[in-house]
């Protein structure tokens, strides 16, 4: 088993033992938290949500692992189906979709009965499309009719995810500018893109379906009135906690926070397993972006480490956003914590998309291997 592992997982190994590291979190937190959930819809079968991510999470390293044995260049020959795909995906879940908190985000899959989130493949498409077509184009971005059409991509998938998800949106196009800024697209160019980028979300926020929620969340966030009802829980679990917390499965607040298995298991977190807990998960993320980096500094392949940076970026900013949310630090925004959260299809994304960083790594290895 030993020799199989040394021979066939490959690539960055602390990304692999940062990944076991947060799913082993994710399965301890997602169990206790769940707790109510399965009271509610279960009959008190609490080892069913338990046994359902557990599976998640080893279909997610299932597909971590395909993707990482593909080499990273194949990727770059798909990210146009994804991106044309995810069009009229977007558009159907905005107007057929699940309808969950006031927005369609999910497509339900009849047959295996799971919610599958369109925006997971725009997201994804976009950036392994972006680092392609900078990688290829390096010597043309000075002009800027170069990047009009990455730019009417970026402003299209920001607008239709942003109609029913608006963090995601922000999410994509905050990651989107950190790329071209990287690749040295001008400043002049980035802020075109940026006002275009607004342009598109103020589009959203008058025709979506959450551009009264985010417009009062935003404002009631700034004049520090009207505390929702979920942030104050997530406020008394933080509070609670101190240093070493109250021990696993000791939360008390998962009884009263609202998605506490999902956009607030940070929260839960603390709550049981204290300060200390918390700074631990901060600092893996933030090891995880160092990662990705060192993997896109040593790249001699522009498009490996661009393709690295820009996932790398994704994850790490959703993870940043729903801490900061949970400490106050953002109004409350609706992403999730990767490889954390209890989820359906994200999980898989996630997967997929730490696959590609290591086959980006996986490669990089091998070139040096052989130079």
Known sequence: MVNWIKSNVEGDKIIWVIALLLSIISLLSVYSATGSLAYQKMGGNTEYYLIKHFILIILSFIAMWFSHRIDYKYYSKIALIGLYASIPLLIITYKFGMNINEASRWINIPIINQAFQPSDLAKLSLIIYLSSFLAKRQNRLENVKTLI????????ICLFIALTNLSTALILGATSILLMFISRVKITHLSILILFIFFCGGIALLTGQRGKTAMTRAENFINKKDIPFQLEQAYIAVSTGGLLGKGPGNSNQKNFLP?????????????????IMGVTILVLYLLLLYRGLKIFI????PFGGLLSAGLSFALVIQALINMS????LLPVTGVTLPLISMGGTSQLFTGITLGIILSVSRNNHLEESYA
Do not use: N, T
């Open 259 to 275: 998605q506490s298995y999902s956009d607030f298991i940070y929260a839960i977190i603390i709550e049981e397993y204290g300060f």
């Open 149 to 156: 059409l990455p730019f009417l991509w970026i402003g299209s």
């Open 325 to 328: 949310v949970v400490v106050g």
């Open 298 to 301: 040593k790249s001699d392949r």
